[in-house]
């Protein structure tokens, strides 16, 4: 009897097992699975820049209106994030993410052809990234509405953010995001999470639009105080938390860059709102509450393009620039030139996004590369155009099909009845 032929079969046996798992090993490889800590990660991201909007904004926004008009600020914002969500899904994340032109993609991922369960964007699933852009699509359309609160038509407020969001904000996507083929990104400006895209882009279509539908009626001579300050700062406070998602989540993982982002995030808000009650203590002996909650605001979008590049020492200038630049902004130069940026979209936003923009071009953790700080200047100047002569469009656009504003006998009773039919509170 042939006492090898058992520890033959034996070996056999274990070579083809051996064979198999190495196939196996093989096809695993060729399909590469996303990474659970970075996807667990942008989920959370996605959700905290959501609720950014809603309903960090519109309570932000509906405290500082007056009491007739807190309703029509909660649907414009609610509103807009429906219909952008939608607008993202047909044809915006194609237009902004793909194509190589350098300012538009094209149409080959429209109603998100290709984007399958298992389709990676980097190191985590597409349709994850798909959403988390999403949510920023949804913001920034909404950071515009404070600029015209309480006077434009809700017709007119769909039609004008449709056109701007296809016009304005996909094209500055991807001029500034859409990696080695953008007009920015070939440049080589830095933006890690939006100076330029967010806030330039939606401060410039605010000024342009407050002045475009004019002004409030008894603007300047009538007191329009805020209307519930408690909505407000708690607005704030969500923004400031939600802002963790919004410029941590930017490092699309979870990383070395998304916790540095956090860390300047935080230190950048909290010299703003220290610099601001300062200033407001000086100029009007009062620290108010609805002044640090703003001077929040605009230490997180000025460290928005910088969060992830930012040394500490720049994070906190920045806070400390942005909070003194924009209060002078949102309070003297508003009263000079006379124009009603009903919510300081122009003066937090827009100014706080162009100090960003360009000291992110000075404290960068390693030091600048040469000629970084006229980078980021033209990539302010290009956006600021852009979004000047689309909103300025969009807005006749707007007048010319359903017209801009409501009508003084509207107007003095509020939009919530007038435009909704409703109002927030009973007695």
């Known amino acids: 009897m042939n006492q090898s032929a058992p520890w033959k079969r034996l070996s056999l046996l274990a070579a083809l097992v051996g064979a198999t798992g190495s ?9 590469p699975a996303p990474d659970t800590g970075d996807t667990a990660w942008m989920l959370t991201s996605t959700v905290l820049v959501l609720l950014m909007t809603l309903p960090g904004l ?11 008009n807190v309703l029509s600020i909660f649907v414009q914002c609610f509103v807009i994030a429906a219909l952008m969500s939608v607008l993202w899904v047909v044809f915006g994340y194609s237009l ?11 149409f080959s991922k429209a109603f998100l052809k290709g984007v399958a369960d298992d389709s990676l964007s980097g190191t985590i699933p597409e349709s994850v990234f798909v959403t988390f852009q999403m949510t ?33 904000y996909l094209p500055v996507w991807h001029m500034a995001w859409a990696v080695d083929l953008g007009l920015f990104s070939k440049w080589g400006v830095l933006d890690f999470a939006g100076g330029t895209v967010v806030h330039i882009n939606a401060g410039i279509a605010g000024l342009v639009a407050c002045v475009m539908v004019g002004k409030r009626k008894g603007f300047g001579a009538t007191a329009m105080h805020p209307h519930s300050v408690p909505f407000t700062v708690i607005g704030a406070a969500l923004l ?10 930017s490092a699309v993982a979870a990383n070395g860059s998304a916790g540095y982002a956090m860390l300047t995030t935080q230190i950048a808000t909290a010299a703003a709102v220290l610099v601001w009650m300062a200033v407001e203590w000086l100029v009007t002996k009062k620290p108010t509450a609805v002044g640090a909650a703003t001077g929040a605001v605009a230490g ?30 949102a309070t003297s130069l508003k009263r000079a030139l006379k124009y009603d940026d009903s919510l300081d979209v122009f003066g937090v936003h827009g100014i706080g996004g162009i100090v960003g923009a360009i000291l992110t071009g000075v404290f960068v953790r390693g030091g600048a590369a040469d000629g970084q700080l006229m980078k980021q200047i033209l990539s302010v100047l290009v956006t600021a155009g852009w979004s000047g002569v689309v909103s300025v469009i969009a807005l006749f656009i707007a007048k010319f099909t359903v017209g801009l504003r409501v009508s003084e006998q509207d107007e003095n009773a509020g939009l919530d009845t007038t435009s909704h039919g409703e109002t927030a509170y009973t007695s």
Do not use: H
Not at 23 to 31: P, R, V
Not at 149 to 165: G, H
Not at 240 to 249: D, I, R
């Open 58 to 68: 519109a309570l932000f926004y509906g405290g500082l209106v007056r009491a007739k």
């Open 300 to 329: 997180l979008v000025a460290i928005t393009p910088a969060s992830g590049t930012a040394t500490v020492v720049g994070a906190l200038i920045i806070g400390a620039v942005s909070a003194a630049v924009c209060y002078f902004c």
């Open 136 to 168: 920023f699509f949804i913001i920034t359309p909404a950071l515009i509405v404070g600029a015209f609160a309480e006077r434009m038509k809700f017709s007119a407020v769909l039609i004008f953010t449709t056109i701007w969001a296809i016009f304005s």
């Open 240 to 249: 400031w938390v939600g802002w963790f998602g919004f410029n941590a989540g």
């Open 23 to 31: 196939l196996c090993a093989q096809e695993a490889a060729a399909t």
């Open 96 to 106: 902004a993410t793909t194509g190589e032109g350098l300012f538009i993609g094209d």
